[in-house]
């Protein structure tokens, strides 16, 4: 489970914005994701705190190594993902797990 809390800085463009959560491996595969939507843009003010909550059902086995926790945000249905404020990347790298042995 992850729950994030996100800070409106800013009026965003209308569009309906999904959030992603990929976990990936040590070499950048996917094993396991989930995405949800927000509540509608047209509804967010400059200084609106949102919370998102994620689930994530994770293999059975385990690749060894270690892994990244990212999330963003991108359109629907357009699946366009939504840039940074700080930088020219799409995601966010909120955790890197340790090797599993």
Known sequence: T????????AVPAPGHYHFFNHLLD???AILTQDDAPAIESIYWQ???????RFYFQLPAELPSGEFRLLVGQYLWPELARIGRQDSPDTTYLVRT???VR
């Open 46 to 52: 400059v200084g609106d705190q949102l919370v998102t």
């Open 26 to 28: 040590s070499e950048g």
């Open 2 to 9: 992850a729950t994030y809390t996100w800070r409106v800085d």
């Open 97 to 99: 797990f340790p090797a």
